[in-house]
């Protein structure tokens, strides 16, 4: 949904593409919402384990321009 509104409005700032994805997820059916419900568990993990590669991969990244 979001790369969808991306692509539609280039240029739109995230507080007003977060109103927008919010009307648009008020307008789905409960059937649909389910389906999205679904995959967000599975989503939230990959996002949490990208977060995590990231982390660590900054704090490295950190430790070695700034030595002590």
Request: hydrophobic share 35%.
């Amino acid at each position: 949904m979001r790369k969808s509104l991306l692509e539609e409005r280039p240029g739109i700032n995230n507080s007003t593409l977060t109103a927008l994805i919010s009307v648009k997820w008020k307008e789905l059916s409960e059937q649909d919402k389910q389906i999205w419900n679904e995959k967000a568990p599975e989503a939230m993990e990959a996002y949490k384990k990208e977060l995590e590669e990231y982390s660590i991969v900054a704090a490295m990244k950190e430790e070695r321009d700034n030595p002590r």
